[in-house]
Nanobody, 123 residues
Framework: QVQLVESGGGLVQAGGSLRLSCTAS????????MAWFRQAPGKEREFVSR????????VYVDSVKGRFTISRDNAKNTVYLEMKSLKPEDTAVYYC????????????????WGQGTQVTVSA
């Protein structure tokens, strides 16, 4: 079992930055692929980014490329999402997810989810 707790969300003006953190319980964090998803009101949950277990491979949705950076610190059981040049359309609840042997952008492939953290970007 893995429990995930996100933090770092908040209200920011367009063009601003935030760093989200997701800390996992358990001793097997380093074996999981980690991902960030987001869900805006009235919309489906959307893949944002994922990172391999070692941290050597990353994938981003096109809309955040060049603005968001995913990273992980396996010694701290934590995955991060650095968000820069934020836009109002980035407003959503952001969720981190953990998956075992899954290299996918599909939410259904991930086994564990955090409770989410709200990110609101004002125009």
């Amino acid at each position: 079992q893995v429990q995930l707790v996100e933090s770092g969300g908040g209200l920011v003006q367009a063009g601003g930055s935030l760093r989200l953190s997701c800390t996992a319980s358990g001793r097997t964090f380093s074996s999981y692929i980690m991902a960030w998803f987001r869900q805006a009101p009235g919309k489906e949950r959307e893949f944002v980014s994922r990172i391999s277990a070692s941290g050597g491979s990353t994938v981003y949705v096109d809309s955040v490329k060049g603005r968001f950076t995913i990273s992980r610190d396996n010694a701290k059981n934590t995955v991060y999402l650095e968000m820069k040049s934020l836009k109002p359309e980035d407003t959503a609840v952001y969720y981190c997810a953990a998956g075992n042997n899954v290299w996918s952008s599909r939410a259904t492939r991930y086994d564990y989810w955090g409770q989410g953290t709200q990110v609101t970007v004002s125009a």
